[in-house]
């Protein structure tokens, strides 16, 4: 998430910048909100409409690379 103290606040934002930057096919999607663990279901965290859009994010992409 675009405010996700470990991601953001540890810097590993940076590195996923930097990796996006260095090839053309990587896009970096980031999400509203401050939580890490935001699709587990399982915790006060979970944010299902960001879980959700993920998911198909992730599907899409496995797809166009099978």
């Not at 299902?48 to 099978?66: C, I, K, Y």
């Amino acid at each position: 998430m675009d405010a996700d103290p470990i991601f953001v606040g540890e810097g590993d934002i940076d590195a996923a910048r930097a990796l996006v930057e260095s090839t053309d096919a990587a896009e970096l999607f980031l999400y509203p909100g401050d939580q890490h663990y935001f699709a587990d279901s399982s915790l006060p965290s979970y944010d299902a409409e960001a879980a959700a859009l993920s998911l198909h994010r992730t599907l899409v992409f496995l797809h166009s690379t099978a």
